[in-house]
Each structure stands twice: as C-alpha cells, then as structure tokens.
C-alpha cells in the first residue's frame, strides 16, 4: 500500500471526524438535567468524604486539579458545538438567500467578507432602514394579507 499525500490528508481527516464526534457527543451528554444533577452530586460526596478522611494535604490540590481539566476541556466541547451549530444556520440562510430572486447575493458567505465591505453594507442597509422609516403612509407590513385557505401559490 502506497503512504502516498492523499493517505496522509485522510488520516488527518477521520481524526478531526473522530475528534468532531467526541467533542459534538460529550456537548450533547452535558447539556441534560442529569449531568449537572451528577456534578452537584459529586461535589457533596467530594465534601462527605472530605469531611471523614479531615481533608488531607492533597484534597485541595486534587480538587483543583480536577475542576481545572474539566474546565479546559468543556471550553472546547462548548465552543466546537457552538462553531458547528452556527456553521450549519449559516448554510441555511445561505441557502434561503440563493432561493430569494431578489436577494442580494454579496450576502452569501459575508461572514467572510472584509471588514471595510462589511461596514458598506451596514451603511447600506442604515440607509434603507431610515428611507423605510421616512416613507409616508401606513406601513406596508399591515397591508399584506395572509393567503386564503386553499389558495394556490402564484407560478
């Protein structure tokens, strides 16, 4: 078997998988009642038998040992679920202004965009925003009605 390029960016890639899927599971795992039920509860058997052995020299150190490492490595299973959930509503939305025929298309991927564009286009839309605002007559959001029932779509 050839140890080629190719096979060296599959391993890299079935390892962030692997570590994607750890981190996304041990996100999930977390979030329920029960894991901070179970913390809570490992917190006051910490101390009960803290209390019986009269807290050796060592407890505090193990305490913080412990508390630290679980700290760093929640830090990165929260901002990895958080990375990917934002990730997949970007997706979406991307995907919704493709569908839109007169949506704006520099929008698609402008987390990626330039600060300077990304002030343009906030400057923009500002200014849209206070022309809405200075247009007379009622608000157009009131005079749009919701279709019929049965009605079919325009085609």
Do not use: C
Request: net charge negative.
């Amino acid at each position: 078997m050839e140890a080629g390029p190719g096979r060296r960016v599959g391993r890299r890639a079935a390892a962030r998988q692997l570590g994607s899927g750890l981190l996304h599971r041990l996100g999930d795992a977390s979030s329920h009642a029960a894991a901070g039920l179970t913390a809570a509860a490992a917190v006051l058997m910490w101390t009960a038998v803290g209390v019986v052995v009269d807290f050796p020299a060592w407890w505090e150190t193990v305490l913080y040992s412990v508390s630290s490492s679980v700290t760093l490595v929640m830090v990165f299973a929260i901002q990895h679920t958080q990375a990917r959930e934002q990730s997949a509503t970007q997706r979406k939305v991307d995907e919704m202004l493709r569908a839109q025929p007169l949506a704006d298309n520099r929008l698609i991927a402008l987390e990626e965009a330039p600060d300077a564009d990304l002030e343009a286009l906030a400057d923009l839309n500002l200014a849209d925003r206070e022309l809405a605002g200075h247009a007379s007559g009622p608000s157009t959001l009131s005079t749009v009605s919701a279709p019929e029932a049965g009605a079919q779509p325009p085609s």
